[in-house]
Antibody, heavy 116, light 107 residues
Framework: QVQLVQSAAEVKNPGASVKLSCKAS????????IHWVRQAPGQGLEWMGI????????SYSQKFHGRVTMTRDTSTNTVYMELTSLTSEDTAVYFC?????????WGQGTLVTVSS | DIQMTQSPSSLSASVGDRVTITCRAS??????LAWYQQKPGKAPKVLLY???RLESGDPSRFSGSGSGTDYTLTISSLQPEDFATYYC?????????FGQGTKVEIK
């Protein structure tokens, strides 16, 4: 079984950046993508992008291009997602998930609140 | 980007009812479609992938069908634990987009 454990909730001012983590454990020998998906309060799911933990290659939704960076640390099986130039529209729960295209395993989510 | 349009956006049903949710893609997605269930305050959970392949552990009352641009999730006999929001997702072409969700409520 695979577990994804995400970092704690964050509160940020508008214009700031946030860097979230997602640590994988368990049977992770299959090199699946790590996806980042966010969900604004009361809204649906929004796919942000993926990172291949094996080689670090990334693919981002155009909506976030220039503001999002996904990286990984293979020594700790941890993936990071940094989002810059935050606005109130970025207030959401951010999920990491793992899977080949669809998402098999999900983290518990990290609430990011952007407020002055 | 491929747009995924789900219908209905919400429905009310009773335990034991047969429920159908549809998802239409703005272009062909060649069966690269998954369905997720999400309960309040929880992460989504995959039910089906590749249109009709049931993720292990999921009950067989969930089934999927479709091809081309039109896909369907069917719950054959709604159970109390099935009241949730359901999302489709295409993973044929990046960005891998979701439908807007269908909330299944108790009648």
């Amino acid at each position: 079984q695979v577990q994804l454990v995400q970092s704690a909730a964050e509160v940020k001012n508008p214009g700031a950046s946030v860097k979230l983590s997602c640590k994988a454990s368990g049977n992770i020998y299959i090199n699946y993508y790590i996806h980042w998906v966010r969900q604004a309060p009361g809204q649906g799911l929004e796919w942000m992008g993926i990172i291949n933990p094996g080689d670090g290659t990334t693919s981002y939704s155009q909506k976030f291009h220039g503001r999002v960076t996904m990286t990984r640390d293979t020594s700790t099986n941890t993936v990071y997602m940094e989002l810059t130039s935050l606005t109130s529209e970025d207030t959401a729960v951010y999920f990491c998930a793992r899977g080949p295209g669809y998402s098999l395993n999900w983290g518990q989510g990290t609430l990011v609140t952007v407020s002055s | 980007d491929i747009q995924m349009t789900q219908s209905p956006s919400s429905l009310s049903a009773s335990v034991g009812d047969r429920v159908t949710i549809t998802c239409r893609a703005s272009q062909g997605i060649y069966n690269s479609l998954a369905w997720y269930q999400q309960k309040p305050g929880k992460a989504p959970k995959v039910l089906l992938y590749a249109v009709s392949r049931l993720e292990s552990g999921d009950p067989s009352r969930f089934s999927g069908s479709g091809s081309g641009t039109d896909y369907t999730l069917t719950i054959s006999s709604l159970q109390p634990e099935d009241f949730a929001t359901y999302y489709c997702q295409q993973y044929y072409s990046k960005p891998w987009t979701f439908g807007q969700g269908t909330k299944v409520e108790i009648k």
